[in-house]
């Protein structure tokens, strides 16, 4: 059994107001081993966010089922950490005790929480900033806090939706060094989402590519290019023109849907 599991998985939006049904998710099963980091590259609307919620138990199945090390999801848990879009940090609390907060909910005193998020403050490379506001960071700044939270709660899984999108081209391309760093330093297990070839290219160990929407999976390709990767080495760029092909095919596909609808 791999520690991630996705089996079958079905998942129907209802819309109560036109009474309709929307089928989002299309029978996908992914599993996930230990250590990989895996991106999830679809079209938009394709349910690459809705799979990372169902694996944070932020969503339930329609059908099938989602197992982490074993065990069923019914829920959110601390053995998952979720790193969203945007960092959603207090803006009343410095750095640390952003970093810190699941410490806070626990109730642990300020000693020790400022103690408990220095680690993870340099590891993402704000040593300095700790008594920093939100609103006086970078987009890259607050962006390396949200991943700082998720990391201090040693989570089994780090699930990550586009978290690098809003980012400029250069801050996004150091934000992805160092989350490589990270994850080979903290030997994590991540899920990434990402509309981007490049990005999925630089980070994963695999990438699995979602069919447009209703979301399936359309193919799942190791990628075993040394690191650091080499974004313009031929063999990387053999295997972004696959990609690409790929998702032409499946842009082709979904307007041939919407006229075939309209
Ligand atoms: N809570 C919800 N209620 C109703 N429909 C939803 C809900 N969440 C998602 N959907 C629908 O499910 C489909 C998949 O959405 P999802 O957000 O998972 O796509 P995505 O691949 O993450 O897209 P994007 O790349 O734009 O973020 C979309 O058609 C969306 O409208
Ligand atoms: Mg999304």
Redesign the pocket.
Same mark, same amino acid.
């Given at each position: 059994m791999s520690f991630i599991e996705l089996n079958n998985i079905v %998942?129907i939006? %209802?819309?109560p107001q036109r009474g309709t049904d929307?089928l989002?998710?299309d029978h996908v099963s992914l599993s996930v081993e230990k250590k990989q980091l895996v991106c999830l590259l +679809?079209?938009? +609307?394709?349910? %690459?966010?809705? /799979? /990372?919620?169902m694996i944070a138990g932020f969503?339930k199945a329609t059908e099938g089922e989602v197992l982490v090390a074993g065990k069923p999801i019914l829920g959110p848990g601390a053995d998952r950490g979720m790193v969203f879009q945007q960092p959603n940090l207090m803006p009343w609390l410095p750095v640390w005790d952003n970093v810190a907060f699941a410490l806070k909910l626990q109730g642990m005193n300020k000693k020790n929480r400022r103690q408990a998020a220095q680690p993870f403050i340099d590891a993402v490379k704000l040593t300095g900033f700790e008594n920093h506001l939100p609103g006086e960071l970078s987009g890259g700044m607050a962006q390396r806090v949200g991943i700082a939270r998720a990391l201090l709660q040693n989570p089994a899984v780090i699930l990550m939706?586009?978290p690098f999108a809003a980012l400029d081209a250069q801050t996004k391309l150091d934000m992805q060094e160092e989350l490589v760093t990270i994850w080979q330093r903290y030997n994590s297990t991540i899920v990434f989402?990402t509309?981007s070839v490049d990005e999925a290219l630089i980070l994963g160990t695999q990438v699995v590519i979602?069919t447009h929407?209703p +979301?399936r999976i359309r193919e799942r390709i190791v990628i075993d290019l040394e690191r650091p990767r080499d974004i313009t080495s031929n063999a990387f760029n053999h295997i972004k023109r696959h990609i690409l092909e790929l998702i032409r095919e499946e842009a082709q596909l979904a307007r041939q849907d919407q006229q075939v609808a309209a």
């Open positions: %998942k939006f %209802k819309d929307m989002a998710i +679809g079209p938009s +609307g394709c349910g %690459k966010s809705t /799979l /990372l919620n969503e939706d586009e989402v509309h979602m929407r +979301g």
